[in-house]
């Protein structure tokens, strides 16, 4: 069984960053196609931010284009986004989720809130 464990969130001021990272335990990176982000604000549901597939095609929601940032590393099955410039509209539960070769998601981890406010 697949288990991903998401760290990193926090309170920043408006333009700060922060450095989210997504553990994979259960699964063989080898059957591992994409790695994506989500978040999911108070009262909206939940939006896919960021992706990145097996040969490192990374696709973006436009409005984080520029500001926020998706890796991943295979070998150690982690991914990670790093997020810059943030702003009070990017507040929210942020998750990570995998999807196999044979198009599976797997299941959702706990999320990390991150909370951007002056």
């Known amino acids: 069984q697949v288990q991903l464990v998401e760290s990193g969130g926090g309170s920043v001021q408006p333009g700060g960053s922060l450095r989210l990272s997504c553990a994979a335990s259960?699964?063989?990176?080898?059957?591992?196609?994409?790695m994506s982000w989500y978040r999911q604000a108070p009262g909206q549901q939940r939006e896919l931010v960021a992706t990145?597939?097996?040969?490192?095609?990374?696709t973006y929601l436009e409005s984080v284009k520029g500001r926020f940032t998706i890796a991943r590393d295979n070998a150690e099955n982690t991914g990670y986004l790093q997020m810059n410039d943030l702003k009070s509209e990017d507040t929210a539960v942020y998750y990570c989720?995998?999807?196999?070769?044979?198009?599976?998601?797997?299941?959702w981890g706990q999320g990390t809130q991150v909370v951007v406010s002056s």
């Open positions: 259960g699964a063989a990176g080898s059957a591992i196609y994409s």
């Open positions: 990145i597939d097996k040969t490192g095609a990374t």
């Open positions: 989720r995998l999807r196999s070769w044979s198009g599976v998601d797997s299941p």
